[in-house]
Nanobody, 122 residues
Framework: QVQLVESGGGLVQAGGSLRLSCAAS????????MAWFRQAPGKEREFVAV????????YYANSVKGRFTISRDNAKNTVYLQMNSLKPEDTAVYYC???????????????WGQGTQVTVSS
């Protein structure tokens, strides 16, 4: 069982930066692939980024590539999402998720956090 708690969301002006954190409980965190998704009002949840268990492999949605960076610290049971050059269209609730196997394009994650709101003003 893995429990996920996101933090670090908030209100930021366009062009600014935020770093989201996702703290995980459970001894097996380091064996899971971790991802970030987001959901804007009235829209479906969409994939943002994923990282494999060791941090050696990452993949990003085209909309955030070059602006966002996903990373993890297995010693701290935490995954991060560094978001730079934020745009109003990045406004959404951001969720972290855990999956046993790293797979690009997967949406069937085993565990989800409760989400953290990110609002980017123009």
């Amino acid at each position: 069982q893995v429990q996920l708690v996101e933090s670090g969301g908030g209100l930021v002006q366009a062009g600014g930066s935020l770093r989201l954190s996702c703290a995980a409980s459970g001894r097996t965190f380091s064996s899971y692939a971790m991802a970030w998704f987001r959901q804007a009002p009235g829209k479906e949840r969409e994939f943002v980024a994923v990282i494999n268990w060791s941090g050696a492999a990452t993949y990003y949605a085209n909309s955030v590539k070059g602006r966002f960076t996903i990373s993890r610290d297995n010693a701290k049971n935490t995954v991060y999402l560094q978001m730079n050059s934020l745009k109003p269209e990045d406004t959404a609730v951001y969720y972290c998720a855990a999956r046993q196997i790293y797979r690009i394009g997967a949406k069937d994650y085993d565990y989800w956090g409760q989400g953290t709101q990110v609002t980017v003003s123009s």
